[in-house]
């Protein structure tokens, strides 16, 4: 199979793209990431392997991206000395058209076609998903990011044996021999599943399940039979039983035997009633004792407590007294105290009269200074104004254009600039060298001047008196030019008399006098403000508010200070030591009055409590005598005395009551009622669940005879024997069954070292390329890698690095190629990044491998790195 040329229309994300005259030996298609490469791959299999009318996601993932639109794909291709062309649409009026020289088919019947010349059957879903009819191209067409998990043969594991066979003949023993295997296989699939366990549906299973069901037939007849027997010795038991019941009146002597437990229970019940009686009479007189004992002790307590408030009261009587002498004392240290307060007063006076004189001449020399200080920066202020002044003036007399204005005009003259050279290169410059130059003039007449060239920049005639006219067309795109030139004079004119500037070396020298009028305008504010930073006004008032208090002192005569010492650190001193007496004394009457104040308040506390104390007692007197009025101790006593004795008889009765309940033992008598009671119960009970036993044993027995169930224990038995027998023949048929397929496929595993031969013999000149010494395993049933085997040691292919699988499994795929195109199959491999782990040196290697499986092979390599297949010498598409 060769493919000549690939054209995409509205596929996926390629808008269009067309491929013509690839090779048939190693072709390179290189394009960056998401220029399109693996939808070439998409495109292909869509077009040889996806039906045209087939929907569902595989199918609306070729339409473009977020429009509508109908995916074309157009394959050249030649399969068998034969070229053809394939077309077709998906989505919106799908179509299909496979033409060749003398041919031509359409619709569902290229479907049919494409399937016969490329050996693959179509998936039977409606709705297709992606790698479920690629048949062999599964193989040997390798999507992105899949080279390096083995070789995925799938479905192109049938098309790979069949060359294989084709080559190596009868050694897997042909149709007959394939055929013999599977006659094998089927005679052990009755039997055993694939894994060699006993099948579900297994003759031997069935059989065994037989013989099981027959001997739980067996089993319940013979249960029945033995029910039958156990029915009838049971029903003699139970007329012995109930006859025995009889005989023995066991009915009437429980009723008899409750009765009198009855009547015994009735003569113990009166014994607790006289005794509950008994026991409330005693409970009656032992509140009434309770509630004279009370009464007496509440009378004690009464006496009690009229002693303890007489008491009290006598106690904060001396307390009161002891306080009124200590308040006449605490009174004359508190007169004391004030009359000292007032003696360092009068002293701390005088002393700070003195100090105050010394401080008002320092407060005159410290005002007079601060007036000095302000005068002094009035005028250094009034001095910057005026230096400020013009410069303000300055400012606000021309106007001065800022920074995006400088950058306009830079802009604009920069593109005048360069229309300029430019225009200096296209234009033609033309130099005359006449003998007169007085013959050298322009179209309308005027003298040329000819002493400099001349630049011409658009069409111009020179009338050469005594030679004729000369007409120069300036080439290329110098009119452009000369126009572009006018427009970027005009824009930079325009743009100066907009800022008003001549130029723009004027626009920057302005810009930079006005900086530095700025600067110097910054400056002499910020001196401005350091002179006067509570501002003018402010500092003009505090100016006057100086010397208001200058003249509230002259006036006060704190300048006067003749009468006091010189010192005024012994004046300070002095004024110090007084006001610390003063404080002390203060601090001292302050704690004379606290303490007279705290006693104060303990006077009072005490004679609050002495009245209280004092009216307690009287009234607890008052309640006692009342008390006693009424009924004095004595009596209270007396009634004590005579309740506990009528308690002392109604306890002696209810103790006798307790007597006689307990000699009449009513807990036995309870117990004797009750199993009486339901010994009674229980013979009534028995007896009739015996007669209905008996009945229905009885009425059992006759519908149910012994030899029904005899004859038919003893066909069960002739038929599990015969079932035995039947077992034991497909146990040996099983077993054979088995040993057969065994044999069978041992003899086909030893064929299957040569039927793996020629791909293990393909593989190896490409393997050597890059791994020497070393063979690669398959598996014998899939065909899979398995691993490699190197220096005797065999390494499992899913432990292998990504790039060393990613060799293997390609030089594999070639190897595999190879045969299927020796098989007659379609092959023409095609690789999707395939590479991208495969190291420098080994890239170089890989080059080798692939230069020689496209002696005979079709290759196509899809990559977005170009430079690792420069140097493989094969034609390169750039999308």
């Known amino acids: 199979m060769y493919l000549r040329s690939l054209k995409l229309v509205d596929f996926a994300g390629v808008a269009a793209t067309e491929m013509q005259l690839l090779e048939p030996g190693l072709n390179v298609i290189v394009g960056d990431n998401e220029a399109g490469k693996s939808t070439l791959l998409t ?60 041919g031509r088919l359409s619709g569902d019947a290229v479907e049919e076609r494409l399937a016969e010349l490329f050996r693959f059957t179509h998936s039977a879903a409606r709705k297709p998903k992606d790698g479920d009819f690629a048949g062999a191209f599964g193989l040997l067409w390798v999507e992105q990011g899949r080279s390096t998990a083995g070789l995925d043969i799938g479905e192109g594991r049938d098309a790979v044996t069949a060359s294989l066979e084709g080559e190596v003949g009868r050694i897997l023993g042909g149709d007959r021999g394939r055929a013999l295997i599977v006659a094998a296989k089927t005679l052990q699939d009755r039997f055993f599943t694939d894994t060699g366990r006993e099948a579900k549906s297994s003759p031997v299973k069935l059989a065994e399940q037989e013989i099981e069901s027959l001997g739980a037939e067996l089993g319940a007849r013979r249960q029945l039979r033995q029910a039958f027997e156990d029915k009838l010795q049971r029903l003699e038991s139970r007329r012995a ?130 007036i000095e200080t302000l005068q002094r920066r009035l005028a250094e202020a009034s001095a910057v104004r005026a230096a400020l002044a013009p410069l303000g003036a300055a400012e606000t007399a021309a106007p001065v254009p800022d920074g995006a204005a400088i950058k306009a005009l830079e802009a604009a003259e920069r593109r005048r ?94 810009l930079a006098a006005a900086a530095e009028r700025r600067s110097e305008i910054g400056t002499l504010g910020a001196r401005l403000e350091a002179l006067l930073p509570e501002g003018e006004e402010a500092t003009r008032n505090e100016l006057e508010r100086l010397r208001a208090e200058m003249q509230a002192i002259a006036a006060a005569g704190g300048g006067d200070v003749a009468h006091v010492a010189e010192d005024p650190a012994a004046a300070r001193a002095a004024r110090t030591a007084a006001r610390r007496r003063l404080d002390e004394a203060t601090q001292a009457l302050e704690r004379a009055r606290r303490r007279a104040a705290e006693q104060e308040t303990r006077r009072a506390a005490v004679e609050a ?84 036993e008996v009945q229905r044993l009885e009425g059992e027995l006759e519908g149910q005879g012994a030899s029904a169930v005899g004859e038919e224990i003893a066909r069960l038995e002739g038929e599990l024997e015969a079932g035995g027998r039947r077992l034991e023949r497909l146990r040996l048929e099983a077993d054979a069954s088995r040993l057969l397929y065994g044999s069978l496929v041992a003899a086909q595993r030893e064929a299957k070292e040569h039927w793996l031969g020629p791909i293990k013999s393909r593989v190896a000149p490409y393997l050597r390329l890059i791994h020497p010494d070393t063979d690669v395993e398959f598996d014998e049933t899939t065909l899979e890698i398995r691993g490699l085997q190197r220096g005797g040691v065999e390494e499992d292919f899913r432990r292998l690095s990504a790039g060393a699988r990613e060799q293997v499994a390609v030089v594999t795929r070639l190897a595999l190629a190879d045969v299927l195109k020796r098989g007659g199959h379609p092959a023409a491999v095609i690789l999707d990044d395939a590479l991208v782990n495969t190291d420098e040196k080994r890239l170089e290697r890989m080059h080798l491998v692939l230069q020689r499986a496209a002696e005979g092979l079709q290759i196509i390599v899809l990559t977005c790195r170009e430079r690792d297949f420069r140097g493989l010498g094969a034609p390169i598409f750039r999308l």
């Open 43 to 102: 495109a292909l299999r869509a077009a040889f392997f996806q039906k045209h009318r087939a929907s569902g996601e595989t199918v609306r993932a070729l339409a473009p991206y977020n429009r509508s639109a109908r995916p074309e794909v157009e394959v050249g291709f030649d399969l068998a000395d034969t070229s053809y062309t394939l077309r077709k649409t998906f989505l919106q009026k799908p179509e299909a058209e496979l033409s060749w020289p003398g």
């Open 609 to 692: 409590e002495r009245r209280y104390r004092s009216e307690e007692a009287s009234r607890l007197d008052r309640a006692r005598a009342e008390a006693e009025a009424e009924r004095n101790r004595a009596a209270l006593s007396a009634d004590l005395g005579a309740a506990e004795m009528d308690r002392a008889s109604k306890a002696a009765v209810v103790e006798l009551r307790r007597q006689d309940l307990a000699a009449a033992d009513p807990e036995a008598v309870a117990l004797t009622l009750r199993a009486r009671r339901q010994a009674l119960a229980e013979i009534r009970r028995t007896l009739a669940d015996l007669r209905g």
């Open 241 to 370: 039983t109930l006859a025995s019941y009889e005989r023995d009146e066991a009915l009437a002597k429980a009723e008899a035997a409750f009765e009198a437990a009855e009547e015994q229970s009735r003569r113990t019940a009166g014994l607790e009633a006289l005794r509950q009686d008994a026991e409330r009479d005693l409970r009656h007189v032992e509140a009434m004792r309770e509630g004279a004992a009370e009464r007496l002790r509440r009378r004690d307590a009464l006496i009690a407590d009229a002693a303890k408030a007489d008491e009290a009261m006598r106690r904060i009587a001396e307390e009161a007294e002891l306080l009124t002498r200590e308040a006449r004392l605490l009174a004359a240290a508190v007169a004391e105290a004030d009359a000292a307060q007032t003696t360092a007063r009068a002293a701390a006076e005088r002393a700070e009269a003195a100090d105050e004189a010394v401080r008002g001449r320092s407060d005159r020399e410290r005002l007079h200074r601060s």
């Open 417 to 510: 600039r360069d229309v300029a050279a430019r225009l200096s290169v296209a234009a033609p410059v033309i130099g005359f060298e006449p003998v007169d130059p007085a013959r050298v003039r322009d179209a309308a007449g005027a003298p040329v001047d000819v002493t400099a060239p001349l630049r011409v920049t658009t069409g111009t005639v020179f009338v050469l008196e005594g030679f004729g006219r000369i007409t120069i067309e300036p080439g290329g795109d110098a009119e452009s030019l000369r126009r572009e030139s006018e427009a970027a004079d005009r824009d930079l004119a325009a743009l100066l008399a907009r800022h008003r500037v001549a130029s723009l070396d004027d626009a920057r020298a302005r």
